[in-house]
Protein backbone atom coordinates (compact mmCIF):
# COMPACT_ATOMS: atom_id res chain seq x y z
CA UNK A 1 0.00 0.00 0.00
CA UNK A 2 1.29 3.44 -1.00
CA UNK A 3 1.19 6.03 2.01
CA UNK A 4 2.32 9.45 1.45
CA UNK A 5 2.69 11.96 5.02
CA UNK A 6 2.97 15.51 5.07
CA UNK A 7 4.43 17.17 8.39
CA UNK A 8 5.69 20.44 9.54
CA UNK A 9 2.70 22.54 9.16
CA UNK A 10 1.11 24.90 11.32
CA UNK A 11 0.91 28.89 12.05
CA UNK A 12 3.83 31.62 10.97
CA UNK A 13 3.66 35.05 10.90
CA UNK A 14 4.09 36.96 7.51
CA UNK A 15 8.26 36.81 6.75
CA UNK A 16 8.21 33.84 8.91
CA UNK A 17 10.18 30.55 7.44
CA UNK A 18 8.40 26.72 7.79
CA UNK A 19 9.79 23.59 6.46
CA UNK A 20 7.41 20.61 5.27
CA UNK A 21 8.12 16.94 5.16
CA UNK A 22 6.97 14.71 3.17
CA UNK A 23 7.57 10.94 3.64
CA UNK A 24 6.57 8.15 1.42
CA UNK A 25 6.48 4.68 1.70
CA UNK A 26 5.10 1.29 -0.46
CA UNK A 27 6.44 2.68 -3.65
CA UNK A 28 9.81 3.01 -5.54
CA UNK A 29 10.88 6.90 -3.79
CA UNK A 30 14.17 7.29 -5.99
CA UNK A 31 12.79 6.73 -8.79
CA UNK A 32 9.87 9.26 -8.83
CA UNK A 33 9.58 12.96 -9.13
CA UNK A 34 7.84 14.78 -6.40
CA UNK A 35 5.39 17.81 -6.54
CA UNK A 36 3.80 19.67 -4.33
CA UNK A 37 0.07 21.18 -5.08
CA UNK A 38 -1.43 23.96 -2.45
CA UNK A 39 -4.81 24.78 -2.22
CA UNK A 40 -5.93 28.07 -0.55
CA UNK A 41 -9.01 28.11 1.66
CA UNK A 42 -12.39 27.59 -0.35
CA UNK A 43 -10.10 28.03 -3.22
CA UNK A 44 -8.80 25.26 -6.27
CA UNK A 45 -5.48 23.81 -6.54
CA UNK A 46 -2.00 25.62 -7.29
CA UNK A 47 0.50 23.63 -8.60
CA UNK A 48 3.96 25.03 -7.27
CA UNK A 49 6.81 22.51 -7.83
CA UNK A 50 8.20 19.69 -8.35
CA UNK A 51 11.97 17.93 -7.95
CA UNK A 52 13.24 14.85 -10.15
CA UNK A 53 14.56 11.75 -8.53
CA UNK A 54 17.77 12.53 -7.52
CA UNK A 55 16.96 16.34 -6.70
CA UNK A 56 19.18 18.08 -8.86
CA UNK A 57 16.10 19.29 -10.65
CA UNK A 58 13.74 21.32 -9.20
CA UNK A 59 11.22 24.02 -10.95
CA UNK A 60 8.99 26.39 -9.09
CA UNK A 61 5.97 28.42 -10.19
CA UNK A 62 6.72 32.23 -10.33
CA UNK A 63 5.21 32.65 -7.17
CA UNK A 64 7.14 31.34 -4.95
CA UNK A 65 10.13 31.34 -7.07
CA UNK A 66 13.55 32.67 -4.78
CA UNK A 67 11.53 32.26 -1.48
CA UNK A 68 10.49 28.52 -1.64
CA UNK A 69 13.44 25.47 -1.99
CA UNK A 70 13.18 21.44 -1.99
CA UNK A 71 15.58 18.90 -0.72
CA UNK A 72 14.92 15.38 -0.76
CA UNK A 73 17.21 12.80 1.06
CA UNK A 74 15.75 9.18 -0.80
CA UNK A 75 18.03 7.20 2.19
CA UNK A 76 14.36 8.26 4.28
CA UNK A 77 12.34 8.15 1.43
CA UNK A 78 11.31 12.06 2.34
CA UNK A 79 11.16 15.07 0.16
CA UNK A 80 11.78 18.44 2.09
CA UNK A 81 9.83 21.89 1.26
CA UNK A 82 11.44 24.69 2.58
CA UNK A 83 9.04 28.38 2.25
CA UNK A 84 10.84 31.09 3.52
CA UNK A 85 9.19 35.24 3.28
CA UNK A 86 5.84 33.81 3.87
CA UNK A 87 3.38 36.52 2.80
CA UNK A 88 -0.46 36.00 3.53
CA UNK A 89 -1.03 34.30 0.10
CA UNK A 90 0.67 31.28 0.77
CA UNK A 91 -2.18 30.45 3.46
CA UNK A 92 -2.85 27.12 2.29
CA UNK A 93 -3.12 23.71 2.51
CA UNK A 94 0.33 22.29 0.64
CA UNK A 95 0.27 18.99 -0.67
CA UNK A 96 3.10 16.19 -1.46
CA UNK A 97 2.12 13.84 -4.64
CA UNK A 98 4.49 12.01 -6.50
CA UNK A 99 4.62 10.46 -9.93
CA UNK A 100 6.31 11.54 -12.66
CA UNK A 101 7.64 15.05 -14.26
CA UNK A 102 4.15 15.86 -15.78
CA UNK A 103 1.65 14.26 -13.70
CA UNK A 104 1.44 12.86 -10.66
CA UNK A 105 -0.78 9.95 -8.94
CA UNK A 106 0.18 8.98 -5.23
CA UNK A 107 -1.49 12.32 -2.47
CA UNK A 108 -0.75 12.72 0.99
CA UNK A 109 -3.75 13.90 2.99
CA UNK A 110 -1.86 17.76 3.09
CA UNK A 111 -0.34 19.80 5.37
CA UNK A 112 -2.06 23.16 6.64
CA UNK A 113 0.18 25.99 6.65
CA UNK A 114 -1.36 29.35 7.92
CA UNK A 115 0.46 32.71 7.89
CA UNK A 116 -0.78 35.85 9.92
CA UNK A 117 -0.34 38.01 12.41
CA UNK B 1 -4.93 33.51 -13.90
CA UNK B 2 -4.89 29.90 -14.85
CA UNK B 3 -4.24 29.19 -18.79
CA UNK B 4 -6.90 26.65 -18.26
CA UNK B 5 -10.41 27.09 -18.22
CA UNK B 6 -13.36 24.95 -16.79
CA UNK B 7 -17.00 25.60 -16.12
CA UNK B 8 -17.39 26.30 -12.46
CA UNK B 9 -20.56 23.97 -12.18
CA UNK B 10 -22.10 21.19 -13.85
CA UNK B 11 -24.91 19.06 -12.96
CA UNK B 12 -26.22 15.57 -13.85
CA UNK B 13 -29.02 13.04 -13.77
CA UNK B 14 -28.15 9.99 -11.82
CA UNK B 15 -27.72 7.10 -14.74
CA UNK B 16 -27.04 9.72 -17.04
CA UNK B 17 -23.54 10.66 -18.93
CA UNK B 18 -21.60 14.52 -18.48
CA UNK B 19 -19.01 15.94 -20.05
CA UNK B 20 -16.97 18.27 -18.14
CA UNK B 21 -14.55 20.39 -20.38
CA UNK B 22 -10.94 22.10 -20.06
CA UNK B 23 -9.90 24.44 -22.71
CA UNK B 24 -6.67 26.09 -23.36
CA UNK B 25 -4.33 26.92 -25.85
CA UNK B 26 -1.41 24.15 -24.60
CA UNK B 27 -3.73 21.21 -24.70
CA UNK B 28 -3.43 21.40 -28.38
CA UNK B 29 0.35 20.22 -27.62
CA UNK B 30 -0.25 18.31 -24.54
CA UNK B 31 -3.06 15.84 -22.57
CA UNK B 32 -4.69 16.78 -19.50
CA UNK B 33 -5.14 14.84 -16.87
CA UNK B 34 -8.10 15.25 -14.17
CA UNK B 35 -8.39 14.90 -10.52
CA UNK B 36 -11.76 14.27 -8.41
CA UNK B 37 -11.28 16.34 -4.82
CA UNK B 38 -14.31 15.34 -2.58
CA UNK B 39 -15.16 17.73 0.45
CA UNK B 40 -12.11 16.99 3.05
CA UNK B 41 -10.05 15.03 1.10
CA UNK B 42 -6.97 15.23 -0.99
CA UNK B 43 -7.46 14.79 -4.93
CA UNK B 44 -7.37 11.60 -6.84
CA UNK B 45 -6.36 11.04 -10.44
CA UNK B 46 -8.76 9.65 -12.72
CA UNK B 47 -7.30 10.37 -15.94
CA UNK B 48 -3.91 10.62 -17.27
CA UNK B 49 -2.40 10.79 -21.02
CA UNK B 50 -4.46 9.90 -23.86
CA UNK B 51 -6.68 7.95 -21.77
CA UNK B 52 -5.60 5.82 -19.35
CA UNK B 53 -7.10 5.38 -16.05
CA UNK B 54 -5.00 4.45 -12.57
CA UNK B 55 -5.59 0.93 -10.91
CA UNK B 56 -8.94 1.23 -9.10
CA UNK B 57 -10.63 3.52 -11.10
CA UNK B 58 -14.11 3.06 -12.37
CA UNK B 59 -14.17 2.36 -16.18
CA UNK B 60 -17.68 4.64 -17.03
CA UNK B 61 -14.81 7.88 -16.58
CA UNK B 62 -12.77 8.24 -19.68
CA UNK B 63 -10.90 11.33 -21.20
CA UNK B 64 -10.33 12.45 -24.73
CA UNK B 65 -9.19 15.38 -26.41
CA UNK B 66 -9.78 17.63 -29.45
CA UNK B 67 -8.28 21.41 -30.54
CA UNK B 68 -7.82 23.15 -27.36
CA UNK B 69 -9.89 21.05 -25.44
CA UNK B 70 -9.80 18.41 -22.99
CA UNK B 71 -12.62 16.24 -21.92
CA UNK B 72 -13.51 14.05 -18.64
CA UNK B 73 -17.06 12.04 -19.58
CA UNK B 74 -18.47 10.08 -16.79
CA UNK B 75 -20.66 7.39 -18.74
CA UNK B 76 -23.45 6.37 -16.44
CA UNK B 77 -23.25 9.02 -13.32
CA UNK B 78 -22.97 7.81 -9.77
CA UNK B 79 -24.04 9.50 -6.19
CA UNK B 80 -20.43 8.74 -5.36
CA UNK B 81 -19.08 10.97 -8.47
CA UNK B 82 -20.58 13.96 -6.85
CA UNK B 83 -17.19 15.72 -6.46
CA UNK B 84 -14.74 18.29 -8.01
CA UNK B 85 -12.53 18.04 -11.18
CA UNK B 86 -9.72 19.92 -11.78
CA UNK B 87 -7.43 19.36 -15.21
CA UNK B 88 -4.07 20.04 -15.16
CA UNK B 89 -1.61 20.37 -17.83
CA UNK B 90 1.41 22.26 -18.77
CA UNK B 91 1.62 25.80 -19.81
CA UNK B 92 1.92 26.97 -23.21
CA UNK B 93 5.92 27.45 -22.50
CA UNK B 94 5.45 23.33 -22.02
CA UNK B 95 7.65 23.57 -18.71
CA UNK B 96 5.68 24.24 -16.00
CA UNK B 97 2.19 22.73 -14.85
CA UNK B 98 -0.81 24.80 -14.48
CA UNK B 99 -4.52 23.76 -13.41
CA UNK B 100 -8.06 24.63 -14.45
CA UNK B 101 -10.14 26.34 -11.71
CA UNK B 102 -12.24 23.32 -10.90
CA UNK B 103 -15.90 21.97 -11.97
CA UNK B 104 -18.18 20.94 -9.35
CA UNK B 105 -19.87 18.38 -10.03
CA UNK B 106 -23.60 17.73 -8.83
CA UNK B 107 -25.36 14.51 -9.20
CA UNK B 108 -29.00 15.21 -8.92
Known amino acids: EVRVVESGGGLIQPGGSLRLSCEAS????????VHWVRQAPGKGLMWVSR????????TFTDSVKGRFTTSRDNTKNTVYLQLNDLKAEDTAVYYC??????????WGQGALVTVSS | SSQLTQDPAVSVALGQTVRITCQGD??????ACWYQQKPGQAPVLVIYGENNRPSGIPDRFSGSRSGNTASLTITGAQAEDDADYYCNSRDTSGDYLVFGGGTKLTVL
Open chain 1, 26 to 33: GLIFRSLW
Open chain 1, 51 to 58: TNSDGSDT
Open chain 1, 97 to 106: TIGWKYYFEY
Open chain 2, 26 to 31: SLRNYY
